[in-house]
């Protein structure tokens, strides 16, 4: 009998052990997932979190690309402002030079007209002989290109108008000052000793003038007559490179208008 009882009592005994470490595991497995749980909270969150930086980040970039394009767009429209105030000053300045020179030009036939007919000396013709000196210099408005010079031609974000800008000002412009410069240069030096030995300068208080110290002889000098053709064709020359740069002129300053339009 007591072998019995102490049969029982082991069986128990034993239950209550098995039943002790199921309910420790079971408890150890609820606090595990528990833990599980709130770290799968914490990561959403911490991942929500840099979802939320990066967004904001993104966003103050963006902002901040907007205002710098905001400010190189401004940038752009002062200096395409300036650059067609320039143009339309070039044209007008170009317009005025042809129409001077074309003046000139026939002002020098008529000297030639003279001495082929054998007219007397006139004051007119004195005055004509006085402007056959005056030079072909000619200088542009370049103040908006040096501007942009100094900014950077990348403002100009349109590739084809920049080309355009810089082939204008940097080489056409320049080209043909040089040149221009040069046959003006050329052209003085070669009548300065001729028109000195030939001819002397009356001032009075509205204008001046050449007279001729031997008219005879002057009219006769085939030297001074060649200089004269010559200053003719060397103004057929400028007044030529000139409607050149004037018609350039005009086209760059539509495109630059377009560009403007853009910004209307």
Same mark, same amino acid.
């Given at each position: 009998?007591?072998?019995?009882?102490?049969?029982?009592?082991?069986?128990?005994?034993?239950?209550?052990?098995?039943?002790?470490?199921?309910?420790?595991?079971?408890?150890?497995?609820?606090?595990?997932?528990?833990?599980?749980?709130?770290?799968?909270?914490?990561?959403?969150?911490?991942?929500?979190?840099?979802?939320?930086?990066?967004?904001?980040?993104?966003?103050?970039?963006?902002?901040?690309?907007?205002n710098e394009q905001r400010k190189l767009n401004l940038q752009e429209k002062a200096l395409l402002e300036e650059l067609q105030k320039n143009l339309q000053s070039n044209l007008e300045i170009l317009d005025v030079y042809i129409t001077l020179h074309?003046?000139?030009?026939?002002?020098?036939?008529?000297?030639?007209?003279h001495f082929d007919q054998k007219k007397p000396y006139t004051d007119t013709i004195g005055r004509y002989l006085r402007n056959a000196r005056i030079g072909e210099y000619l200088s542009l408005t370049t103040s908006a290109f040096e501007s942009l010079k100094s900014v950077g031609f990348n403002v100009i974000h349109d590739k084809d108008l920049r080309m355009k800008i810089i082939e204008l000002f940097n080489?056409?412009?320049?080209?043909?000052?040089?040149?221009?410069?040069?046959?003006?240069?050329?052209?003085?030096?070669?009548?300065?000793?001729?028109?000195?030995?030939?001819?002397?300068?009356?001032?009075?208080?509205? &204008?001046? %003038?050449? !007279?001729? *110290?031997?008219?005879?002889?002057? =009219? &006769?000098? %085939?030297? !001074?007559? *060649?200089?004269?053709?010559?200053? =003719?064709?060397g103004k057929t020359g400028v007044i030529s490179m000139a409607s050149t740069l004037q018609n350039e002129t005009k086209e760059l300053k539509e495109l630059v208008q377009t560009a403007l339009d853009d910004y209307n």
């Open positions: 009998m007591i072998k019995f009882f102490r049969s029982i009592r082991k069986d128990l005994m034993e239950q209550n052990k098995t039943g002790s470490s199921a309910d420790r595991v079971s408890h150890e497995a609820l606090a595990e997932a528990q833990t599980s749980a709130k770290a799968g909270k914490y990561f959403k969150y911490a991942i929500g979190e840099i979802i939320l930086v990066v967004i904001g980040i993104l966003i103050a970039l963006q902002i901040n690309n907007w074309k003046e000139r030009q026939y002002e020098l036939s008529l000297v030639i007209n080489y056409t412009y320049d080209q043909n000052f040089k040149t221009i410069h040069s046959i003006s240069s050329i052209q003085y030096q070669s009548t300065h000793e001729i028109f000195v030995k030939h001819l002397s300068f009356l001032s009075d208080e509205s &204008n001046g %003038k050449l !007279i001729a *110290n031997d008219y005879e002889e002057l =009219i &006769n000098n %085939k030297e !001074i007559y *060649n200089l004269i053709t010559f200053r =003719i064709a």
